[in-house]
T-cell receptor, first 112, second 115 residues
Framework: AQTVTQSQPEMSVQEAETVTLSCTYD???????LFWYKQPPSRQMILVIRQEAYKQQNATENRFSVNFQKAAKSFSLKISDSQLGDAAMYFC?????????FGTGTSLTVIP | DGGITQSPKYLFRKEGQNVTLSCEQNLNHDAMYWYRQDPGQGLRLIYY???????QKGDIAEGYSVSREKKESFPLTVTSAQKNPTAFYLC??????????????FGAGSRLTVL
């Protein structure tokens, strides 16, 4: 089975500052996709950003960007200009074959 | 608006009872998934279905059953054989069941508590 590892159970950031959430994955496949999902207190899972493994360019979505290091199998999420609404659980995930694999999540606190 | 509807949002069950969680999507997605979420364990796959009338076991299928009689619907039954059913259950769908532009869209979840 594929594994996705998030080594930071909890992180905190000052409002307006930048924070980076770490994720590593393990796959022998050459074709796969990587994702970051956000789960706020409402528990509704929301897609934050998506990266195709064959693309070298790092994906960005407004204040959210990734640092995709394919050789190192690393996929970190950077949140710039953090806002109170960014407080949530963040899950890293991979898609390969026909299944999604999720990490255990990082709980992000935003300090006013 | 297109999306996934899960019901009920909260459900209480006595030990020994079966309970069915509903999941309906109007996104015209082929693939549908059921995940269980427990604190500190992320999301674990229970069952998934890529086409109507076909489904596959995930990592923790024991004590659960599903059906996929219609493309839009993928109900999950938590049977009395599931030893620790208290959890948060998430239904999801994706636009392709195979390698492609897959993105999971989630429902709002169902919280099951066994009394």
């Amino acid at each position: 089975a594929q594994t996705v590892t998030q080594s930071q159970p909890e992180m905190s950031v000052q409002e307006a500052e930048t924070v980076t959430l770490s994720c590593t994955y393990d796959t022998s496949e050459s074709d796969y996709y990587l994702f970051w999902y956000k789960q706020p207190p409402s528990r509704q899972m929301i897609l934050v950003i998506r990266q195709e493994a064959y693309k070298q360019q790092n994906a960005t979505e407004n204040r959210f960007s990734v640092n995709f290091q394919k050789a190192a199998k690393s996929f970190s999420l950077k949140i710039s200009d953090s806002q109170l609404g960014d407080a949530a659980m963040y899950f890293c995930a991979s898609f390969t074959g026909n299944q999604f694999y999720f990490g255990t999540g990082t709980s992000l606190t935003v300090i006013p | 608006d297109g999306g996934i509807t899960q019901s009920p949002k909260y459900l209480f069950r006595k030990e020994g009872q079966n309970v069915t969680l509903s999941c309906e999507q109007n996104l015209n997605h082929d693939a549908m998934y059921w995940y269980r979420q427990d604190p500190g364990q992320g999301l674990r796959l229970i069952y998934y279905s890529q086409i109507v009338n076909d489904f596959q076991k995930g990592d923790i299928a024991e004590g659960y059953s599903v059906s996929r009689e219609k493309k839009e619907s993928f109900p999950l039954t938590v049977t009395s054989a599931q030893k620790n059913p208290t959890a948060f259950y998430l239904c999801a769908s994706s636009n392709e069941g195979h390698s492609g532009a897959n993105v999971l869209t989630f429902g709002a979840g169902s919280r099951l508590t066994v009394l």
